[in-house]
């Protein structure tokens, strides 16, 4: 056998285990499992439950609700009631009824609904009847007239030539305004803020 090359070996293996009994295959399996460290697994399977949710606990919102995609058992873990709550008294937000152990997902619910009371959510798009259009007269000055540029031709400049706020390079505009209600932030000072 330790002469044999690789494929030799696992054509052994194959009619080995072929002819094995179902008992005896899972001996081989449970011999492999021993043996052969498990990668990418699941820490949510191996770790006990009480551990899985303080683990969950350390999260934010958003973080949350990311991990309720992943599969179904975070989805499971993510929603409980035991994490919603905590982060619902942290504001001071209590639900004015006794949910029943059938229920699930209650607290999650409500953080989501007293976040949207805060108003956090996107602006809504104005209908182009409450558009106002204001007539624009152009600003007569003292100073001799210029030439207007060409559209299409580009104008000669002999030095740094300054982007237009929609095209400059800052990573992190300030002219612009996040409606996220999952945000990492406080809502209430974000409330406070807009």
Excluded at 176 to 182: A, D, G, I, P
């Amino acid at each position: 056998f330790d002469k044999w090359t690789d494929g030799q070996r696992k054509r052994i293996l194959v009619e080995l285990l072929e002819r094995c009994s179902l008992s005896q295959q899972r001996f081989c399996a449970k011999q492999l499992q021993e043996r052969v460290p498990s990668e990418a697994l699941d820490f949510t399977t191996t770790l006990p439950r009480v551990l899985s949710l303080y683990i969950f606990s350390f999260l934010d919102p958003r973080s949350l609700c990311r991990c309720a995609q992943v599969s179904w058992y975070w989805k499971y873990l993510s929603e409980l009631d035991q994490l919603w709550m905590l982060k619902c008294l942290r504001f001071g937000w209590y639900i004015n009824f006794s949910p029943s152990p059938f229920e699930q997902g209650v607290w999650k619910k409500h953080y989501v609904e007293m976040v949207r009371e805060l108003r956090i959510t996107r602006p809504k798009t104005p209908s182009k009847e409450e558009f106002v259009v204001i007539d624009v007269q152009p600003v007569r000055s003292n100073t001799p007239e210029t030439k207007l540029p060409v559209p299409g031709r580009r104008r000669k400049t002999k030095g740094k030539q300054e982007l237009p706020p929609w095209r400059s390079s800052d990573r992190n505009p300030t002219d612009t305004v996040r409606y996220n209600y999952l945000d990492n932030c406080d809502p209430i000072e974000q409330a406070r803020q807009a």
